[in-house]
């Protein structure tokens, strides 16, 4: 137990879906301090670049504060009553599936329980659905059919635990960092545990990778159906689980055999070596402690059902579920993605992992709810929820903590749906949204530091999250505007709790009303808990049956499953080709994905300095030989076209792609990046079972793009830069950077900076003072504005995209005065001394750059992550950073050796 300060508050991590626990301090200036929470069993004390960076992102700038209407700031009273009128008289005229809710993975359980219960339960409609359902709806579909219950069966000790882990699509190193890094520890006390990667991408998740399978986009079907063949004809099945706890296996066997008769099938089919499908083969026949984890990879495509079961089918063929270091595992992407999943926030789920289609479960939900008009049948999915929007037939929607014109498949399409909506609510705790601009009534949400609430990870731990900072505004938690809404339209006494405590009684009691063991979601020992109890709350697994053994591991190593006959399935599969293919006018393959230190459209980590050192810009990250091809040069701009739409990204290369495959970040929204909306590109199509979109394969167009010219401007203000061709903002420590490419040259450089820089007030505190280079033979422009000796802002124009290193330049902000030498280094566009330019960053803890590192490989002779580590500190922290200096020091080990 470490000891802690008084004000330090043990809370979870809003990111991703490990869900770690973090110890939150505020600290007399009024920052926040976050370490990780040691005795949190998801972290034990770790947390990534991203959690680590927490404390960055609580800051009141840029927040909503108050309801407004129509750009007008009204009292809650106003906004309230018009959206229950609003949506009271839309119902009345149109039916209740006129309306509908758009949730999210960001809210608490609490929020999403009354949530759907107003939907479900009252308005009586199934229209709400998540964008939890563009990240794991295919796990929860593939569960489903499998198990008979949405049930993750293991735990992270199972990842440590196992001999094998086969980590298909999934970056796990980048995505679900901590736990990535428990398996790294894992790996280093066992080296004898083995790691395949299987993803088109060589991500940075094959840093421990002992094989990995590149395999062509769309297969793992054939491979997993393989798999399956293989071990049927080398006596690999488990025939006595099969016979005691499975039905279906004599189909899936045949379908397996059809679909991929021998090894040299699916290497053909999967566009893999031989020796390595076999390889991975053996290793899994041969190893019974074995773990398979999956993510966006798989479920993010039209057959992403198919292929979560194609991974669970092995498993159930071999008896490997629930038992120490064996297991199926969906690593799930966002915080309460599981908590959503519990509460039924998706539109084709009742509440508490019960089912529109079982009467039985319609009794208890209704009789529970005292909900007379419980919806019968489920509502729209998300991407048909907002193409029923555009069509006019849903009039009012509802849309709280998300932003689906930067999130969801052919954005604007979307963009063009909620424009034409007739009534669009906005709930969000970010002023400045994409989505802001089309709501007519806007809700200040409570925000992370603010809250008071539970999520669930991906282990089916619950955690508290706790409020450590005093409510800003006017803002309010979600489930209190849901309540008061329901209220409105009649419904008090459904809604009327006290607080947060008293929801979660209630979806605890939900889970366990007339369950009788026939559904594993059960919290029922949680329901009558006062709310001190709730308030101390400690991490804890579900089930948690009222009387019965509490916080359960492993579920299934004895069978149990939730079909009637207590027998799990195994799923007859071919593989199914992705719903849009290559061809001549598209023949590239866009796979889009998270990076390392943001989190989905960066409204919070946009706001930490530390975090956009990463990866500054959006990309498009394209192989050698296609790049040469198509005649692009690293760092120049790439125009992507799809049958949707249109980007600019940044070109990056590396033999990391595939061939034929190009890959985008999904961040960036219009906030902080002109034409770089990667939506905008992504095809619609959708898996028919689980309505997740297929966001990993949409055929583009590439295309040199040829600006007149590129530059950056740099300033200690916040600046309004509009009407380029590419505009990204970059915020830093103290300063802005503007990325920017023009198709028309201002006639005056410097008189353009000046008006830009003016109209943010720069130069204010004094008279200022000016440094120019022009060269126009070259076309390459420089100028800086200095107020009082301080730089103030500076401009670099060039006719390619040959610019100095930002890294470097934006340190000068931290200087009181330029001096003579720095001014001269400042116009010629490079530090004085090579050591001052760190290069762009690796490690975010200590703001450890590439050259540095690159630098200490070189001159240091430093040839392990541990000594980079005890000469930098990079990577000493979290560890976000290790498998880019691996990367770094094989590069150097290459060079050596071709040298
Ligand atoms: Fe947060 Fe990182 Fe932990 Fe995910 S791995 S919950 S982003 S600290």
Redesign the pocket.
């Known amino acids: 137990m470490i000891a802690m300060p008084s004000l330090t508050t043990k809370t979870t ?8 626990g ?1 110890l939150a301090t505020v600290q007399p200036d009024g920052s926040v301090q976050i370490q ?1 929470d040691p005795e949190h069993p ?2 034990y004390g ?7 960076a927490l404390g960055d992102t609580v800051g009141l700038e840029g927040r909503l504060l108050h309801p407004e209407m129509g750009g007008r700031q009204v009292g809650w009273d106003e906004a309230l009553d018009t959206i229950a009128t609003r949506f009271q008289q839309t119902i009345v005229e149109h039916g209740p599936d006129s309306v509908a809710f758009y949730v999210s993975g960001q809210l608490l359980t609490e929020d999403y329980y009354v949530a759907n219960k107003l939907m479900k339960g009252f308005i009586g409609s199934g229209n709400i659905d998540t964008n939890s359902r563009l990240c794991m709806s295919s796990s929860v579909a593939g569960h489903k059919r499998a198990f008979g219950e949405d049930i993750v069966p293991g735990c992270y000790e199972d990842l440590e635990l196992a001999d094998l882990l086969v980590l298909v699509g999934s970056n796990t190193a980048w995505c ?4 990535y890094r428990r398996i790294a520890k894992a790996k280093e006390d066992r080296p004898g545990m083995k790691i395949v990667v299987i993803d088109p991408r060589r991500t940075a998740a094959c840093e421990l990778a002992d094989l990995h399978l590149p395999l062509k986009p769309g297969t793992d079907v054939a491979l997993f159906n393989g798999l399956m063949h293989y071990l049927r004809r080398h006596d690999g099945l488990d025939f006595a689980f099969l016979e005691q706890h499975v039905s279906g296996f004599a189909e899936t066997l045949a379908a397996a055999a059809n679909s991929s008769p021998s090894i040299p099938a699916v290497a053909l089919a999967c566009g893999l070596e031989e020796k390595d499908v076999a390889k991975f083969f053996q290793m899994f026949h041969g190893t019974p402690k074995t773990v398979t984890a999956w993510s966006q990879g798989v479920n993010q495509s039209s057959s992403g059902t198919d292929k979560v079961n194609a991974i669970i089918n092995v498993h159930l063929a071999t008896g490997r579920v629930g038992k120490p270091g064996m297991g199926p595992f969906s690593l799930t992407g966002q ?1 309460n993605a599981m908590g959503g999943r519990e509460v039924g926030g998706l539109a084709n789920q009742l509440a508490a992992h019960m089912d529109f289609g079982n009467a039985g479960h319609q009794k208890i939900v209704s009789e529970f709810w005292n909900a007379p008009n419980l919806a019968t049948r489920p509502g729209l999915k998300a991407v048909d929820l907002f193409q029923t929007i555009g069509e006019g037939r849903i009039k009012a929607v509802w849309i709280m903590a998300t932003n689906p014109v930067v999130s969801l498949p052919d954005a604007n399409a979307v963009r063009r749906a909620l424009a034409s909506c007739e009534f669009v609510v906005v709930s969000d705790c970010e002023d400045a949204t994409d989505l802001a601009s089309y709501a007519h009534v806007r809700l200040p949400a409570l925000a992370w530091g603010e809250k008071d609430g539970t999520v669930t990870n991906s282990e089916r731990c619950i955690s508290r999250q706790r409020p450590f900072l005093p409510v800003p505004g006017e803002a309010k938690p979600d489930w209190w505007m849901v309540c008061e809404v329901g209220k409105r339209m009649g419904y008090a006494d459904a809604f009327d709790y006290k607080n947060a405590a008293a929801i979660f009684r209630e979806h605890a009691g939900l889970s366990a009303y007339h369950n009788e063991g026939q559904r594993l979601f059960d919290i029922g020992a949680l329901a009558e808990m006062d709310t001190d109890t709730y308030d101390e709350l400690n991490p804890t697994q579900w089930p948690l049956v009222k009387d019965g053994k509490h916080g359960t591991s492993r579920l299934f190593s004895d069978g149990g499953f939730r079909h009637h006959d207590g027998k799990a399935r195994m799923i007859a599969l071919s593989p199914k080709p992705p719903k849009e293919s290559v061809d001549e006018d598209y023949p590239f393959v866009l796979n889009t994905g998270r990076i390392r230190d943001q ?1 989905h459209t960066m409204t919070r980590t946009g706001r930490s300095p530390r975090l956009n050192r990463h990866i500054p810009e959006p990309y498009a990250e394209i192989h050698p030989d296609d790049a040469k091809r198509q005649g692009l040069e690293p760092n120049t701009l790439v125009s992507l076209e799809s049958r949707w739409g249109k980007a600019l990204a940044r070109v990056k290369i590396s033999a990391d792609q595939q061939l034929g495959s190009v890959f985008m970040p999904m961040h960036w929204s219009s906030q902080n990046a002109q034409q770089a909306l990667v939506n905008a590109l992504v095809n619609p199509a959708v898996d028919t079972i689980s309505g997740e979109p297929e966001s990993k394969h949409t055929p583009v167009r590439l295309q040199t793009y040829h600006p007149a010219w590129h530059g950056f401007l740099i300033s200690r203000h916040p600046l309004e830069v509009e009407g380029m061709e590419w505009r990204v903002v970059v915020r830093g420590e103290n300063h802005w950077v503007y990325e920017l490419a023009g198709v028309t040259t201002p006639d005056n450089w410097r008189e353009w900076a000046a008006s830009i820089i003016a109209s943010a007030g720069v130069g204010r505190e004094g008279e200022p003072e000016w440094l120019e280079y022009a060269d126009s033979s070259q076309n390459r422009y420089r100028c800086a504005q200095l107020v009082e000796g301080r730089l103030a802002a500076c401009l670099f124009v060039n006719r390619n995209h040959e610019l100095p290193a930002r890294d470097w330049l934006t340190q000068l902000f931290a200087e009181p005065r330029l001096d003579a030498k720095a001014r001269m280094s400042l116009l010629a566009g490079r530090p004085s001394t090579a050591g001052d330019d760190q290069g762009r960053t690796v490690c975010a803890c200590f703001g450890v750059g590439y050259n540095t590192i690159a630098r200490a490989i070189r001159q240091q002779a430093c040839t392990t992550t541990a000594q980079i580590g005890d000469r930098l500190k990079a990577g000493s922290n979290c560890g976000s950073c290790i498998p880019e200096i691996k990367a770094m020091l094989n590069e150097a080990k290459l060079e050596e050796i071709r040298s």
Do not use: F, M, Q, T
Not at 13 to 20: A, F, K, L, T
Not at 46 to 52: D, P, Q
Not at 176 to 179: C, E, K, T
């Open positions: 991590c809003p990111y991703c879906g490990v869900g770690c973090v990780g998801a972290n770790r947390l990534c670049s991203k959690g680590s679900h960092p901590v736990l915080p989190w």
